[in-house]
Every structure is written in structure tokens, then in C-alpha cells.
């Protein structure tokens, strides 16, 4: 079963604009939260975290938001540029596990 | 520093043969995690190693996978009598503590592997 879902395989957004990626998840103990982005051929990098007793955290360009009623998270870039063109993984863990849980990805294109 | 590293960066082998992938994490850390992504998949967790804990080998597939970890360094994911469907990029990540401390990993460029 798939704890934590990326439903937009894709998304296309133009240089400048606004990139919005999804992320749902299910398990109600997910207490943390992370977002990796992957070039191809490259193995993914860490881009920002957040925590439950957080809604929001921002660094740069970058802001993640948690919904935890909704069960429910969103990676923001703001502006996009096109060097942010990569696949995007959200991921959960409980603290109770040893594992993360990963979504399948959103390719991300910034259009020049 | 360096990274996490992985050998081989690709491996081709023949359905039934055994294959071995390494995974060299960064110093000093003591959490090593192994992962799969199968085409179109997400990444799925395999084996967990976090000092001199027994590992959690709650995500391997089956008893066809084994891992280990010496001296609290380098891993070697093993899988014997591969199988079509093993193809994958197998990932390996360290960090610096276990996930109870909310670290981050860093991962690997992996080892594509291509069963025929």
C-alpha cells in the first residue's frame, strides 16, 4: 500500500512562475516530512524538511506546508527557474520507524 | 567531503546468476539505509542499518535479498538467483543518526541493475 501518493506524475510550469507539488499521505503517525529532488542518472538530494509542529517552513525559494488535518503537504518554488527541472520526491517517517516512505515523483519542467 | 558512493554505477547480469552492490557511506555516519525505484515506482525501502543494531530488513522483498554491514562502514546489498523484475536503481543513503532525530540522509548515485 502506497502511505504516501504524488498523484501528478508531472508538471509544467514557465520560468518566473509559481511550482506547486502535491503530496497526500495516510499514516496519521507521519511526524516528519521531507522533500528530495533527483536529477537523472544522480541519486536524490535533500531539498527541506518539516516538522508536525509546523504548518510551514521556508528557506530560499523553497517553502513546504503541512496540512496534518488534511494529511496533505506542498513543496513551493517561487520564482521557478529552469535548473529546478527534476523529478520531486516527498517522503514520511513516524518516529516510532526506521524507514522513510516515499512518493513516486512529480517531474517538474521550468520552461524558459 | 565525499559522498555517499556506490559500485558498480551499472550492472547487466543474466537471470539466475547472484549479483553484489556496494555502498560506501559518508564518515562518521551511523545510520545506512538501502532503497529500490523499479521504473515508475517510488522509492521503496529495503534494509536499514543503525550502528551495531540488528538491522531492519522489514522492506526485502524476499529471502533471495540479504545485506550486510562491516565494521559499521561499507554495505553490500546481495541478490542471489536474480530474477527479471530485480532490475532496478538499488539506492543506499547515510546519516549522521537514525530517523528518531529527524536526519537527514544523503544518498548514493546508485547502481542500475539490468537483469536479461
Known amino acids: 500500500d502506497q502511505q504516501v501518493k504524488q498523484n501528478s506524475p508531472s508538471l509544467s510550469v514557465q520560468e518566473g512562475r509559481i511550482s506547486i507539488l502535491n503530496c497526500d499521505y495516510t499514516n496519521s503517525m507521519f511526524d516528519y516530512f521531507l522533500w528530495y529532488k533527483k536529477y537523472p542518472a544522480e541519486g536524490p538530494t535533500f531539498l527541506i524538511s518539516?516538522?508536525?509542529?509546523?504548518d510551514k517552513n521556508e528557506d530560499g525559494r523553497f517553502t513546504v506546508f503541512l496540512n496534518k488535518s488534511a494529511k496533505h503537504l506542498s513543496l513551493h518554488i517561487v520564482p521557478s527557474q529552469p535548473g529546478d527541472s527534476a523529478v520531486y520526491f516527498c517522503a514520511a517517517s513516524a518516529n516510532t520507524g526506521n524507514q522513510f516512505y516515499f512518493g513516486t515523483g512529480t517531474s517538474l519542467t521550468v520552461i524558459p | 567531503g565525499a559522498g555517499v558512493s556506490q559500485s558498480p554505477s551499472n550492472k547487466v547480469t543474466e537471470k539466475g546468476k547472484d549479483v553484489e552492490l556496494r555502498c560506501d557511506p559518508i564518515s562518521g555516519h551511523t545510520a545506512l539505509y538501502w532503497y529500490r525505484q523499479s521504473l515508475g515506482q517510488g522509492l521503496e525501502f529495503l534494509i536499514y542499518?543503525?550502528?551495531?543494531?540488528?538491522?531492519?530488513k522489514s522492506g526485502l522483498p524476499s529471502d533471495r535479498f540479504s545485506a550486510e554491514r562491516t565494521g559499521g562502514s561499507v554495505s553490500t546489498l546481495t541478490i542471489q538467483r536474480t530474477q527479471q523484475e530485480d532490475s532496478a536503481v538499488y539506492l543506499c543513503?547515510?546519516?549522521?543518526?537514525?530517523?528518531?532525530?529527524?536526519?537527514?540522509?544523503?544518498f548514493g548515485p546508485g547502481t542500475r541493475l539490468l537483469v536479461l
Open positions: 542499518f543503525q550502528g551495531n543494531s540488528a538491522p531492519d
Open positions: 543513503a547515510s546519516s549522521l543518526g537514525g530517523l528518531a532525530g529527524g536526519e537527514t540522509q544523503y
Open positions: 518539516i516538522s508536525s509542529i509546523k
